[in-house]
């Protein structure tokens, strides 16, 4: 009898124990939803290109909503997971600048598009974990950033075309043209061309920072 009252007794205790330790588990993660991370920043058009998609209201309420997730607790990105994907649908399917309407470009709004799908279905996770939350925000926070890269990009090719109006290679080949145009005029088209294509180049390396591997591969064959 004495037997089965210490059996009793010890199964009493290990029940307890083991519930002790779900609660301090579970009272240690959910802080951790609620606590506010800063994440990475988002890219912005840039100020001179700003009038070209002054218009494109689609793309400015995006770029404003996801100003939110920048510093954003876990809960509060899952709160606003489902507007953020709504909003990027019909962005998605805007009637865009015609500059901007390239198979390129396209590519990077479907990869946006995935990862704000995924942030949406980690709303659906019962168990979800603030770590896998964190680094949803920052994967959909990067993709828009490689979106507004690629109108920096595109408006800085487009504004190069604009201003280089002499062609370099006839010129090189016909000295009679080098009379007639300021060597110094030359030079400084020179210089502006080359600045603009260093900062093409730069923005096309910092397309990929952060997105899902499989979504860079994405990119890469654009």
């Known amino acids: 009898m004495k037997q089965i009252i210490y059996l009793l007794l010890s199964v009493i205790l290990f ?41 494109w209201q689609e793309l400015k309420t995006v770029s404003s909503f996801l100003k939110k997730f920048e510093k954003v607790s876990p809960n509060e990105a899952l709160s606003n997971a489902l507007e953020l994907r709504d909003l990027v649908i019909s962005l998605k399917d805007s009637v865009k600048p015609e500059i901007f309407d390239t198979p390129p470009f396209e590519t990077r709004i479907n990869v946006l598009h995935n990862e704000v799908l995924r942030l949406a279905d980690l709303t659906f996770i019962p168990a979800i974990t603030s770590e896998e939350v964190n680094l949803q925000v920052d994967k959909t926070i990067a993709a828009f950033s490689t979106v507004n890269s690629k109108i920096n990009s595109i408006l800085a090719k487009k504004r190069f075309e604009e201003e280089i109006d002499i062609d370099f290679g006839f010129i090189g080949i016909d000295s009679t043209q080098m009379d007639s145009i300021s060597k110094k005029s030359i030079n400084l088209k020179r210089l502006e061309r080359d600045s603009i294509s260093k900062e093409r180049n730069e923005l096309k390396r910092k397309d990929f920072k952060g997105v899902s591997p499989e979504n860079q591969d994405f990119l890469k064959k654009e």
């Open 15 to 55: 029940s307890c124990g083991n519930n002790k330790k779900e609660t301090v588990s579970t009272l240690q993660e959910t802080p951790k939803l609620s606590i506010p991370v800063k994440h990475i920043s988002v890219e912005d058009v840039k100020t001179i290109y700003e009038p070209e998609i002054e218009d």
